[in-house]
């Protein structure tokens, strides 16, 4: 009922622990729903990434930049930072995230198909690593910024070297129709126009082809059109630097899944790339932090249906998105199972008024009201896609630590969520715009006729 990868995960005279905590005592003292992170497993994932690196010759020159999306909790890129990964932001705010929770900004690449102008100017003041660019357009706003600035902007394209990753339509981004990078065949005439701008500088190719691969070959299909792509380029005097191959390795969700092993997925990359001058980076998102977590929650009803049984928890899709959002599927089990009580089948449902609401479908569990339910693999796209639809407070989160327990993020309470709304006021008043000059007798003449 377990599945594998998550070592941190026992269970004790039947109880279940993180390390060597007892969930039970987890929820007494913060409350369920909780986010539960186990400090021992981020750091193994990101030693394994580091460890397939350094067994190999070519892995000296290559980079694991994390990705900050899938989980972006300071303590997270902290810990990270502290063991030396650089990261992959799509945003202005993961920027200013990696660089409040110690991040080297020089480590940093930047991603995503609409970075805006004020993105940009401050990743170029931060002095970031890469851009990786994903339109011609985004190439000249990069061009135009960088040039107020009097600086160069290091830059690789994205391309899409259209390679079918098998996995989820909505997590497929490396083909022809996706709205990421350029296509392969375009990217050719956009180096040489980038290589001709004042303001940039061409330093890499990079790619993401997908999200949870649990195959490898796509990578090295990737791979070798990237290459074919340089070699064309370095013909025309565009000599390329690094190769960045995004992330996008899997992880067993369920126990009939194998995720690839690390250094079996990277070894053979490195190898194709060993005997040129060429630095690698990595984006790995999910499989850092995935199996580092799981949602604890409580079972508020046990609801029998027609047909269908519901366990009423107090987690909902607001603190989960991916079973509503991809019918992803989380393994769920029971805290601490009491001898006696009757298994059923449940769909395991949140209190959110949305019929896709669910957190599992047809599970078999001995539960009874009050009692707890982990939710596993949830450290990667769990709390970072989390919402407060509902008015749902978002949960807090936890890092253990051996026989440590700290708070990484507080629970947040209603009053917090809507802290930044305000009343309109009950009689007309100007209200100027920014940058006008409010006439005040006007205003509230054309403003007069409130409902
Ligand atoms: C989402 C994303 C990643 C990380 O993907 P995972 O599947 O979590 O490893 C890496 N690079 C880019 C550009 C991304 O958009």
Same mark, same amino acid.
């Given at each position: 009922?377990?599945?594998?990868?998550?070592?941190?995960?026992?269970?004790r005279?039947?109880?279940?622990?993180?390390?060597?905590l +007892?969930?039970?005592?987890l929820?007494?003292?913060?409350?369920? #729903?909780?986010?539960?992170?186990?400090?021992?497993?981020?750091?193994?994932?990101l030693?394994?990434?580091?460890?397939?690196?350094?067994?190999?010759?070519?892995?000296?020159?290559?980079? /694991?930049?994390?990705?900050?999306?899938a989980?972006?909790?300071?303590?997270?890129?902290?810990?990270?930072?502290?063991?030396?990964?650089?990261?992959?932001i /799509?945003?202005?705010?993961?920027?200013a995230?990696?660089?409040?929770?110690?991040?080297?900004?020089?480590? /940093?690449?930047? *991603?995503?198909?609409?970075?805006?102008?004020a993105?940009?100017?401050?990743a170029?003041?931060?002095?970031?690593?890469?851009?990786?660019?994903? *339109?011609?357009?985004?190439l000249e706003?990069?061009?135009?910024?960088?040039?107020?600035l009097?600086?160069r902007?290091?830059?690789?394209?994205?391309?899409? #070297?259209?390679?079918?990753?098998?996995?989820?339509?909505?997590?497929?981004?490396?083909?022809?129709?996706?709205?990421?990078?350029?296509?392969?065949?375009?990217?050719?005439?956009?180096?040489?126009?980038?290589?001709?701008?004042?303001?940039?500088?061409?330093?890499?190719?990079?790619?993401?082809?997908?999200?949870?691969?649990?195959?490898?070959?796509?990578?090295m299909?990737?791979?070798?059109?990237l290459l074919?792509?340089?070699?064309?380029?370095?013909k025309?005097?565009?000599?390329?630097?690094h190769?960045?191959?995004?992330?996008?390795?899997?992880?067993?969700?369920?126990?009939?899944?194998? +995720?690839?092993?690390?250094?079996?997925?990277?070894?053979?990359?490195?190898?194709?790339?060993?005997?040129?001058?060429?630095?690698?980076?990595?984006?790995?998102?999910r499989?850092?932090?995935?199996?580092?977590?799981?949602?604890?929650?409580?079972?508020?009803?046990?609801? #029998?249906?027609?047909?269908?049984?519901?366990?009423?928890?107090?987690?909902?899709?607001?603190?989960?998105?991916?079973p509503?959002?991809?019918?992803?599927?989380?393994?769920?089990? +029971?805290?601490?199972?009491?001898?006696g009580?009757?298994?059923?089948i449940?769909?395991?449902v949140?209190?959110?008024c949305?019929?896709?609401?669910?957190l599992?479908?047809?599970?078999?569990?001995a539960?009874e009201?009050?009692?707890?339910?982990?939710?596993?693999?949830?450290?990667?796209?769990?709390?970072?896609?989390? *919402?407060?639809?509902?008015?749902?407070?978002?949960?807090v989160?936890?890092?253990?630590?051996?026989?440590?327990a700290?708070?990484?993020?507080?629970?947040?309470?209603?009053?917090?969520?809507?802290?930044?709304?305000?009343?309109?006021?009950?009689r007309a008043?100007?209200? #100027?715009?920014?940058?006008?000059?409010?006439?005040?007798?006007?205003?509230v +003449? *054309?403003?007069?006729?409130?409902?």
């Open positions: 009922m377990m599945p594998p990868d998550m070592p941190f995960l026992t269970r005279q039947g109880v279940l622990h993180v390390e060597e +007892a969930l039970p005592e929820a007494q003292a913060f409350g369920t #729903p909780c986010h539960v992170y186990s400090h021992a497993a981020l750091c193994a994932n030693r394994a990434f580091q460890a397939a690196l350094g067994a190999h010759p070519a892995g000296a020159r290559a980079r /694991v930049c994390y990705a900050v999306k989980n972006s909790n300071l303590a997270i890129l902290n810990l990270f930072a502290r063991m030396g990964a650089g990261f992959d /799509v945003s202005g705010g993961e920027l995230r990696v660089l409040a929770a110690g991040g080297d900004a020089g480590k /940093v690449v930047f *991603s995503g198909v609409g970075k805006r102008r993105e940009i100017h401050a170029l003041v931060a002095k970031i690593l890469c851009f990786n660019v994903e *339109s011609a357009a985004e706003r990069i061009n135009e910024i960088a040039g107020t009097g600086k902007a290091p830059i690789s394209l994205r391309v899409n #070297p259209d390679v079918d990753p098998q996995t989820h339509p909505y997590i497929a981004t490396g083909l022809k129709r996706a709205k990421f990078g350029v296509p392969i065949d375009a990217a050719l005439a956009l180096y040489e126009h980038a290589a001709r701008l004042p303001h940039i500088r061409v330093e890499g190719v990079d790619c993401h082809i997908g999200s949870q691969l649990l195959d490898c070959a796509p990578f299909e990737a791979l070798e059109r074919v792509l340089l070699d064309a380029l370095e025309r005097g565009i000599p390329i630097r190769l960045d191959l995004g992330g996008g390795l899997g992880v067993a969700y369920r126990q009939d899944e194998v +995720a690839p092993e690390i250094s079996a997925c990277l070894a053979p990359l490195l190898d194709r790339v060993a005997d040129r001058n060429l630095d690698l980076i990595f984006e790995p998102g499989r850092l932090t995935a199996q580092a977590g799981l949602l604890l929650t409580r079972v508020e009803y046990l609801k #029998p249906g027609d047909g269908v049984n519901f366990a009423i928890v107090d987690a909902a899709m607001n603190d989960l998105l991916r509503a959002l991809y019918g992803a599927w989380h393994e769920i089990v +029971a805290v601490a199972p009491k001898t009580t009757p298994t059923a449940y769909d395991v949140g209190p959110i949305e019929s896709g609401d669910f599992g479908q047809k599970r078999a569990l539960i009201p009050d009692d707890l339910l982990a939710i596993l693999s949830t450290g990667a796209y769990g709390m970072a896609m989390s *919402s407060q639809y509902n008015t749902r407070p978002r949960a989160e936890i890092m253990v630590r051996g026989n440590e700290h708070v990484i993020r507080q629970r947040e309470e209603a009053a917090d969520l809507y802290a930044l709304e305000r009343l309109l006021p009950t008043t100007p209200v #100027p715009l920014a940058g006008s000059t409010p006439d005040t007798d006007k205003n +003449a *054309s403003h007069a006729q409130m409902c």
